[in-house]
C-alpha cells in the first residue's frame, strides 16, 4: 500500500454507461472509490491539471469531482447546455476548461476569475464530436458529425476548415506534445496525419497533409499520441486498439483480447511504456506495448466502460 | 358550493391538508387550541356570499367527515406526500453542496488584456523521457500475487443508480477483538448469490486487513447476525449457492469453517493456538533441534489420534453424497454421533428432483462395520456403512439380540478423500468402543464367509 501522498499522484478514473466513475490503485487492480454520476451515462473524462478536479462530460452537464475527498458526488455542476457533452479538456495552467457538444458548441469556461461569464463560444454546422487543444495552448481543434475539422484561433477567432473526407464523421483529433503532427480518426475507421508548423507568435499554426490509412475496418474511435511521440493508438469497434509507430505510422501492435467488445478509450503511462484502454465489456485493461500483451484487468463497472481519464507522474 | 375564492373553505382547506399530512401530530394539536380564533374567523369571513345552497353549511362545520381531532398523539402511517417531501428535500441538501456555475452568454468583447491574460501561448517543450511512477510501481507489484478474489469485484454494487443492490453490514468473526468492533459495509448487486456475497466482501477485507490469511471462499459462511454483531449460532449459514435476494437480513456475520465441508462447526482454533504455546515452551529446553522435531510430531499425531477418539462420540455433521441404487447422487447431511447415524436430505426447493431421499435414523447398535470402497481421479472417495436390516426394519421386535440371522445391507456414500477418511475413521472408532451385537455378528458372517471361499479353493 502507498502512503496518500504517493497514491494520489498516479489517477485511474473510468466511467461509462453504468452512471459510476471508478477511482483504482493501478497497481493492484482494486477500485478504492466509486463515484455516482446519477443523471447520465459517462461521455468523457478529465483530471485537472493539478490533480485536484475530476470532470465528467455528462447529458447536459459537466460534473466535477474531488479527487482528494471521499465525496460521491460531484461538486461543481456546469450547467445550461442543451444535449451530450461530447468532450472537456483544460489549459496546461488551469485558466479554462474547454468542451464541445452536440449542441453543436464549444465552449470555453473561465475556471480562475470569480465572475461567471465565460469567455468564448464557438460554433459549428454539426453536432461536436471532439475537441483537442494544441500544446501552444492557443488553438483549439474541433471535429465535428459533417467530417469537418476546424482550427480555431483562440486570441483572434479566426477559423480555418479541413474536409479530409466527405461523408464520414471525424469522431476524434489528437495532436502530438511536439505539435508537429495532427492525427484525426473517422467513423470508417481511417486515421488521417497532418504535419504542422506552429507559426511565429501570433501566426497560426499551418497544417500539411501527411498520411492516410486504413486503421480499423469500423468506426474508429479515438486516437492518442504518446508523450514522447513515438506511437499514436488508435481504438475502435472493431474490438481492437492499435499501436503505431509515428516514424511511418506501420503499425507496431494490436491490442486484442477475446471478447473485449467495442474501446473507447486510451492513454498512455508517461514514459510511453504501457497504455490503459477502456472497453465494452465493463473493464480497463493495462497493456505492455513492448510485448503487446494485457498486465491487468481492471474489472468492477457493471456496464460498458466508455471514458477513462489518466494522469501519471515522472520520478 | 365551496370555491376557490372562498376564504374560510380555502382556510379549513389548508388547516385539513396540514393535519392530514403531518405524521407528528403536532399540528393537530395547536389547532385545537385556535378554537377561538377560527370562530372569530367564521364570523369575520363571510363563509358563503351566496346563500343559496345552505345544505353546505353543515358541511362546513364538520370541516371534514373523515378528519377527527384527537388530542392525544395518534400513530398515522406516512403520507405520500410527506415521502416526498423529504426526498426533495435530501436532494436539495446533495445539491445545496454542489456549486452550480450556468452557461451565460458573454455578452461584453473581451479586451485585449483579457486575452493576452487568458490565451498564454506556450511553446512544444520536448520531455525528457522520465521514469514514470506508474511503470515503476507496476512493475514493483508485478511479482505480488493477484488478489485471489479479483473475480467478484463485478459484484460490488456502490454508487449503482439504476441497478438493484443490497447493502450490509458484514461482522468479521475472525480478526482480532479490536478489529471487529464496527461492521464492514458492503454493497452488492441483487444478483449475486451469497458465495459471490462472500466473495466480495473478502476483496474488501483483504485490502483492508492484508495480514490476515485469508482463505479461499468456501470457507467461510454468512450467519444471521444482531446488530450488535453477535452471531446467531441457532441457525446454518445462509445456502452458499442461493441468491442474495432470497435473504432479508442486512446485519451477518462471516465465520470462517475451520472445515469447509462441516455445515455447523465453530473453529476450534483455540486449542490449537494452546498447543503451539506448549511446544513453544519446550522448544526451549531441548537440545538437538531434529530430535525435537520428531518429538512434537509424534507427539501432534498422538495428540491427534487421542483427540479424535475422544472426539469420535461428539456430534458432528458432514456434507456427503449418498450414492442410491440407481447410482444417482443426492446430497445429504449425515449426522454421526456415538448413539446413532442420520441422514438427512438437503433441503432443495426444486420440486424436480429426480431422486429423492427419505431422512433415515440408524441406532449405532445397527451399524455394523463401515469401510472405504475406492478412491476417485477427483479426489473423492467413496464409502460404505453396513448395517443390519433386519434391525433396522424390526423396531418393536423385544430383543433384537435374539434374532438368529441377521442380513446386512449398505449405504453407498462419496464424499472427498480427506472428510471420507475422517468419516470413516470416526465411525470405527465409535464401533471398536462399542462393539454391538450386529457388529460381532458381521465379523462372525465374514469370517464365516471367508473359510467358505478357502474351502472351496
Known amino acids: 500500500m502507498f502512503d496518500k501522498s504517493e497514491m494520489d499522484q498516479v489517477i485511474l478514473a473510468t466511467g461509462g454507461y453504468d452512471h459510476t466513475i471508478k477511482l483504482w490503485h493501478t497497481h493492484s487492480g482494486i477500485c478504492y472509490r466509486t463515484m455516482q454520476h446519477a443523471e447520465s451515462q459517462v461521455n468523457a473524462l478529465e483530471i485537472t491539471p493539478d490533480k485536484q478536479l475530476l470532470a465528467a462530460a455528462s447529458y447536459q452537464h459537466i460534473y466535477m469531482y474531488d ?74 481543434f474541433v471535429g465535428d458529425q459533417s467530417g469537418i475539422i476546424y482550427r480555431w484561433d483562440l486570441k483572434t477567432d479566426h477559423n480555418e476548415q479541413l474536409i479530409p473526407e466527405s461523408d464520414a464523421m471525424i469522431l476524434d483529433i489528437a495532436i502530438d506534445p511536439l505539435g508537429t503532427h495532427m492525427a484525426a480518426v473517422n467513423n470508417k475507421g481511417r486515421c488521417y496525419i ?51 509507430n509515428t516514424s511511418d505510422f506501420s503499425l507496431r501492435q494490436e491490442l486484442k483480447q477475446e471478447n473485449q467488445r467495442w474501446v473507447w478509450d486510451a492513454a498512455f503511462s508517461s514514459d510511453s511504456q504501457y497504455v490503459f484502454t477502456a472497453s465494452s465489456d465493463y473493464t480497463a485493461k493495462i497493456w505492455n506495448i513492448e510485448k503487446g500483451t494485457m498486465e491487468k484487468e481492471y474489472a468492477g463497472h457493471q456496464k460498458a466502460v466508455t471514458a477513462l481519464a489518466f494522469r501519471d507522474c515522472a520520478v | ?208 486487513y492484508e495480514d490476515y490469511p485469508w482463505k479461499p471462499v468456501n470457507n467461510y459462511g454468512l450467519y444471521i447476525t444482531e446488530e450488535d454483531g453477535e452471531v446467531d449460532r441457532d441457525f446454518p449459514n445462509l445456502d452458499p449457492r442461493e441468491n442474495i435476494a432470497k435473504f432479508g437480513f442486512a446485519c451477518l456475520g462471516l465465520v470462517e469453517h475451520s472445515d469447509p465441508s462441516k455445515c455447523v462447526s465453530f473453529g476450534n482454533s483455540e486449542t490449537v493456538t494452546i498447543r503451539k504455546f506448549d511446544y513453544n515452551d519446550k522448544k526451549g529446553k531441548d537440545s538437538s533441534k531434529q530430535d525435537q522435531e520428531k518429538q512434537i510430531t509424534t507427539d501432534l499425531h498422538l495428540m491427534d489420534v487421542h483427540k479424535k477418539a475422544m472426539e469420535a462420540p461428539l456430534y458432528k455433521s458432514f456434507k456427503v453424497y449418498m450414492i442410491n441404487k440407481m447410482r444417482a447422487k443426492v446430497e445429504i447431511h449425515l449426522g454421526i454421533s456415538g448413539e446413532k447415524i442420520e441422514i438427512d436430505p438437503v433441503q432443495k426447493n426444486s420440486k424436480f428432483v429426480l431422486v429423492k431421499q427419505k431422512p433415515i435414523n440408524h441406532d449405532m447398535d445397527m451399524i455394523a462395520w463401515c469401510e472405504p470402497i475406492e ?45 471420507a477418511e475422517e468419516i470413516v475413521n470416526k465411525i470405527n472408532l465409535i464401533l471398536d468402543l462399542r462393539s454391538s451385537d450386529t457388529r460381532k455378528e458381521y465379523l462372525a458372517a465374514q469370517e464365516r464367509k471367508y473359510y467358505k471361499k478357502k474351502a472351496l479353493i
Open chain 1, 67 to 140: 479527487l482528494n475527498s471521499n465525496n460521491s458526488n460531484p461538486i461543481v455542476n456546469y450547467d445550461g447546455i442543451t444535449k451530450n457533452v461530447t468532450d472537456v479538456g483544460f489549459e496546461v495552467d488551469g485558466r479554462w476548461m474547454y468542451s464541445g457538444g452536440e449542441d453543436c458548441r464549444v465552449r470555453l469556461w473561465d475556471l480562475k476569475s470569480k465572475g461567471t461569464q465565460c469567455p468564448k463560444i464557438f460554433e459549428v454546422q454539426a453536432p461536436v464530436t471532439c475537441v483537442c487543444l494544441h500544446p501552444n495552448q492557443v488553438e483549439l
Open chain 1, 194 to 244: 497532418w504535419s504542422l508548423k506552429s507559426g511565429q507568435i501570433d501566426e497560426p499554426t499551418k497544417m500539411n497533409p501527411k498520411h492516410k490509412f486504413d486503421a480499423h475496418k469500423r468506426h474508429a474511435l479515438k486516437c492518442e499520441f504518446s508523450p514522447d511521440s513515438r506511437y499514436l493508438v488508435t481504438t475502435s469497434a472493431d474490438q481492437t486498439a492499435k499501436i503505431w
Open chain 2, 1 to 208: 358550493m365551496a370555491l376557490y375564492d372562498n376564504k374560510y373553505w380555502l382556510l379549513s382547506h389548508i388547516r385539513n391538508s396540514f393535519i392530514s399530512t403531518d405524521d407528528t401530530g403536532m399540528c393537530e394539536l395547536i389547532m385545537t387550541g385556535e378554537e377561538g380564533v377560527r370562530k372569530h374567523l367564521k364570523q369575520s369571513l363571510d363563509s358563503y356570499p351566496d346563500d343559496e345552497d345552505s345544505e353546505d353549511e353543515d358541511d362546513l362545520s364538520h370541516e371534514s367527515y373523515d378528519l377527527q381531532l384527537d388530542t392525544d398523539f395518534p400513530l398515522r402511517y406516512r403520507s405520500n406526500t410527506a415521502v416526498r417531501l423529504e426526498k426533495l428535500e435530501q436532494v436539495k441538501k446533495r445539491t445545496g453542496r454542489i456549486k452550480h456555475i450556468k452557461w451565460e452568454t458573454n455578452k461584453n468583447e473581451l479586451s485585449e488584456e483579457q486575452i493576452d491574460q487568458l490565451f498564454v501561448k506556450k511553446e512544444p517543450k520536448v520531455i525528457e523521457p522520465k521514469q514514470s511512477l506508474f511503470s515503476k510501481t507496476f512493475k514493483e507489484h508485478k511479482m505480488m500475487p493477484i488478489n485471489p478474489y479479483m473475480d467478484y469485484a463485478k459484484f460490488d454494487g456502490s454508487g449503482q443508480v439504476n441497478l438493484q443492490v443490497k447493502k450490509y453490514r458484514i461482522f468479521l468473526t475472525m480478526l482480532p477483538e479490536h478489529q471487529r468492533n464496527y461492521p464492514l459495509a458492503v454493497c452488492c448487486t441483487s444478483s449475486a448469490k451469497i458465495q459471490e456475497l462472500i466473495g466480495l466482501i473478502l476483496l474488501k477485507c483483504s485490502t483492508m
Open chain 2, 375 to 419: 478412491t476417485t481421479k477427483s479426489n473423492k472417495m467413496t464409502f460404505k456403512i453396513i448395517y443390519s436390516h433386519s434391525f433396522a426394519n424390526a423396531e418393536n421386535v423385544s430383543s433384537p439380540t435374539l434374532q438368529s440371522s441377521a442380513s446386512f445391507k449398505s449405504y453407498e456414500f462419496e464424499a472427498d478423500q480427506s472428510i
